[in-house]
């Protein structure tokens, strides 16, 4: 079955702490994105990519970083976390076509919690 | 700048009929989406518009007005299942999604 997983699912950690959010899709999907969203606000775009080694910068980009090796494989690297980054990190994906439509498949998400 | 605009909250009653209404401004546009979200869940897609017009699908409807940039989402019949946030998406120029803050359906008995 095609899906798009996350770990982990939920996390506590201390301040300063370097954590790495893991993300897979089975779908082939070329597209792959991370948002942050904060409960009952928008999904800010953090990072996407459009395939292997390619990474771009979203909105909220500045303190993480992302890589992709592999079509299926996303991770997102804080370097250090803060309280700040307590909030809920979506994976998504998506086919690299543009038209006529670009549906985007969401993982079930990480919620962070930075003590 | 780019914004898109939904009511925070609206509640409506179990059987009934709601238009959940979100107005977009963004750089250049390639369609709109609805997006359901159950609450500590992730987001389901729910509809695509790129033309002016209704587009119909089982209970939910979608509707899109580019003039206007304007776009409702139209649920019948509805069904305790159905409380949730409802999302509205417009695709810009860059083929990125502008979110919108998301519209919290609450159903009442």
């Known amino acids: 079955e095609a899906d798009i997983y996350q770990t982990p699912r939920y996390l506590v950690i201390g301040t300063g702490k370097k954590i790495t959010l893991e993300c897979s899709q089975t779908m082939g999907h070329d597209k792959m994105y991370w948002y942050q969203q904060d409960p009952g606000m928008e999904l800010h775009l953090i990072h996407y990519s459009y395939g292997v080694n390619s990474t771009e910068k979203g909105d909220l980009s500045s303190e993480s970083t992302v890589s992709r090796i592999r079509t299926e494989h996303f991770p997102l690297t804080l370097e250090s976390a803060r309280p700040s980054h307590t909030s809920q990190y979506l994976c998504?994906?998506?086919?690299?076509?543009?038209?006529?439509?670009?549906?985007?498949?969401f993982g079930p998400g990480t919620r962070l919690t930075v003590l | 700048g780019q914004n898109i605009d939904q009511p925070t909250e609206m509640t409506a009653t179990e059987g009934a009929i709601v238009q959940i209404n979100c107005t977009y401004q963004?750089?250049?546009?390639?369609?709109l989406f609805w997006y359901q979200q159950h609450a500590g869940e992730a987001p389901t897609f729910l509809s695509y518009n790129v033309l002016d017009g209704l587009e119909e699908k089982g209970r939910f409807s979608s509707f899109l007005s580019r003039s206007k940039g304007y776009s409702y989402l139209l649920l019948k019949e509805l069904q305790m299942k159905d409380s949730a946030s409802y999302l509205c998406?417009?695709?810009?120029?860059?083929?990125?999604?502008?979110w919108g803050a998301g519209t919290k359906l609450i159903i009442k008995p």
């Open positions: 998504a994906s998506s086919e690299l076509r543009e038209d006529p439509i670009n549906e985007q498949f």
């Open positions: 998406a417009s695709l810009d120029s860059n083929y990125q999604l502008i």
């Open positions: 963004t750089s250049g546009f390639n369609g």
